[in-house]
């Protein structure tokens, strides 16, 4: 596992952006699919964004598909959330996730992703 550890959370007016990051520890960064999820109190975490190791793939959920943009630096343990156009509805805890990467799985999902970081709050206000 990796540990990892996310920042760049805030508030924001809607229509704004902001960046995330996610900075993880220990060896082998390039060869986990990393993920961000979000969660409201109440709510189960959802889908937000994944990037494979090499950064050939990446998904999106429907609601943030050309707001958002994942993006990785694999010689700085490091990966990104580009929100642009943001919306009340985006108030959320944000949370980095990985997952040892392995063919064919599911990019649209929580499956197999079992390291977490603490969360960033985002507040988007109208």
């Known amino acids: 596992q990796v540990q990892l550890v996310e920042s760049g959370g805030g508030l924001v007016q809607a229509g704004g952006s902001l960046r995330l990051s996610c900075a993880a520890s220990g060896r082998s960064f390039s060869s986990y699919t990393m993920g961000w999820f979000r969660q409201a109190p109440g709510n189960e975490r959802e889908f937000v964004a994944a990037?494979?190791?090499?950064?050939?793939?990446?998904y999106y959920s429907d609601s943030v598909k050309g707001r958002f943009t994942i993006s990785r630096d694999n010689a700085r343990n490091t990966v990104y959330l580009q929100m642009n156009s943001l919306k009340s509805e985006d108030t959320d805890v944000y949370y980095c996730?990985?997952?040892?990467?392995?063919?064919?799985?599911?990019?649209?999902?929580?499956?197999?992703?079992?390291?977490w970081g603490q969360g960033t709050q985002v507040t988007v206000s109208s």
């Open positions: 990037v494979s190791p090499s950064s050939i793939t990446t």
């Open positions: 996730a990985a997952r040892k990467y392995k063919p064919a799985q599911p990019m649209g999902t929580l499956y197999g992703f079992d390291s």
